[in-house]
């Protein structure tokens, strides 16, 4: 005698475990950072396009860029990762993806940032490695 294997299958009076609240609240605020760190970063992008002396390099750095490069650097991801929390807030699948995918790219850029302006670059750091979490454990609650 052969078993049956068992499936779970939904039936249509079953109802839908509703999203956990503070995983909702988690996703909501990681969007939140994203359109707040994203335009954060568009700003210090446009600083360094308008003004090439407010960010002084340390010397012998790995990364070494002029102030315009950087300034281009942010301003482009700043747009991309608030756009990214704006479909994060929406409910996109996309969105977490890229999401995750742009806040790690921000991190790297913020590594290589660090001799212009460390504070600003590790707080960005902090808030890259909140969403990533975030999004990868709790992102499918926001999408129900």
């Known amino acids: 005698m052969t078993q049956q294997p068992t499936q779970n299958y939904r039936t249509a009076g079953e109802a839908v475990e509703p999203p956990s609240g503070v995983a909702t609240g988690f996703i909501v605020f990681a969007g939140v950072m994203m ?38 650097i942010h301003l482009l991801l700043g747009l991309l ?15 977490r993806i890229v999401g995750i995918i742009l806040a790690v790219v921000s991190a790297l850029t913020s590594f290589a940032f660090i001799p212009y302006y460390p504070f600003w670059a590790l707080a960005i750091i902090a808030l890259d490695v909140f969403v990533i979490w975030a999004l990868a454990a709790h992102g499918r609650d926001i999408a129900r």
């Open 35 to 72: 359109i707040m760190s994203g335009a954060f970063q568009a700003i210090a992008g446009v600083v360094a396009l308008f003004e090439n002396e407010f960010y002084v390099a340390t010397r012998n750095y790995l990364l070494q860029f002029d102030a315009t490069s950087w300034g281009w």
């Open 81 to 95: 990762v608030l756009f990214a929390g704006i479909a994060v807030l929406s409910g996109q699948t996309w969105g």
